[in-house]
């Protein structure tokens, strides 16, 4: 038995989007080609690009296939090294995902000007910073809209009323890799300019991502392709197009047209019945970002006196998968730079234990996980150092 506890690193593929995959497997045409068995898979593009975009609330010319998230955001960062303009300063925050975290610190070594906002303990930007930097030479303010460690999400409109105030040139971009399948978003109507998604964090399949830049014939101008080559994907994104994961997509996509309203309120629940009966039955524990508007499904909890790594691989051995903190730090023992913004405090970042739930988690999932963790949290506190000091 294994209950998978891990949902915001990725997810199961839903039993639809295998459908898809295994009834698309005999199309191997290039979409490129000119002849039939390439038409017909451009044609399965096509007609899964509208499906894409309605879920979304797209325009299908805004949305952009890659390969992930990760370089959804790379691509709209790395275009201020290419700005003509000065103002190409980038404003983000410190609990960002590595991907654009690590992009601004390579775009600070190569002398864009960057800044990264603190956020208070409920894991928020500190809106008064966001004012102090924005200027006349702001290029881009990237701010995910929901986080991927402990699922707080920003209020996106106050942070495009500021921005639109302060730097109305400035481009609004935002990280949503966590936030779609989760929320209920229309693109068009979301103050912001672009936006990451991926594929495989609403159970589609790894290898697949989405850029939306709005109105993009008009503002491509301001961006400049990561991948040259080829002319796919209005000449923007060189590269094959990922045909099976597009049509995965779709499929993944129609099944959350139908599910997610409804999923979003049940996994809440889950989620909600967990933190309910950890906090009357562990002492000694901290619900991260619990104070503030969550993604449903993520619940982020240090256990103090406790080593995440040493929970972690206990609750694997009894046969439950869940995260120290974002999947990319794994393997880094480095406290989770998302707890220490929040906290300033490697013991408490050390110590947690990020839980997220999906489609396929139910209340037995809890009522089992929690005996094990009261069981395996006890014990570890026998053995601390940290506990005995
Ligand atoms: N942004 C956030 C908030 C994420 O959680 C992730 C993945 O965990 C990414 C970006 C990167 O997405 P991908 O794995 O598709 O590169």
Known sequence: MNVYLDNNATTPLHPEVKEAIISFLDYYGNPSSMHETGRMVKEKIEESKDIISQFLGAKKEDLIFTSCGSESNNTVLKSLLFSKNKNNQLITSKIEHPSVIETARFLKNNSIPVSFLNVDSNGLILFDELEKELSSKTGIVSIMY??????????????????????PEAIFHTDLVQAIG????????????????????????????????????????????????????????????????????????????????????????????????????????????????????????????????????????????????????????????????????????????????????????????????????????????????
């Open 146 to 167: 929901a986080n991927n460690e402990i699922g707080t999400i920003q209020p996106i409109d106050k942070i495009a009323s500021i921005i639109k105030e302060k730097a």
């Open 182 to 389: 989760k929320v209920n978003i229309n693109l068009s109507s979301l103050p912001i300019d672009t936006a990451s998604m991926s594929a495989h964090k609403l159970y589609a399949p790894k290898g697949l991502g989405l850029l939306y830049i709005k109105d993009f014939n008009k503002m491509k101008k301001n961006f400049t392709p990561l991948i040259h080559g080829g002319h796919q994907e209005q000449g923007f994104r060189a590269g094959t197009e990922n045909t099976l994961g597009i049509v995965a997509l779709a499929a993944a996509c129609k099944a959350l047209t139908r599910e997610m309203d409804e999923e979003i309120k049940r996994i809440k629940q889950i989620r909600d019945y967990f933190e309910f009966r950890i906090s009357n039955e562990i002492d000694n524990i901290i619900i991260n970002g619990k104070n503030s508007p969550r993604l449903c499904g993520t619940s982020n909890v240090t256990f103090k006196f406790v080593e995440g790594e040493s929970i972690l691989l206990r609750l694997d051995l009894n046969g439950f998968s869940v995260s120290t903190g974002s999947a990319c730090s794994t393997g880094s023992l480095e406290p989770s730079h998302v707890l220490m913004a929040l906290y300033n405090d490697p013991e408490l970042a050390h110590g947690s234990i990020r839980f997220s739930f999906g489609r396929e988690n139910t209340r037995d999932d809890v009522d089992k996980l929690v005996a094990v963790l009261k069981k395996e949290i006890g014990y570890l506190r026998s053995i601390s150092p940290l506990k005995n000091k």
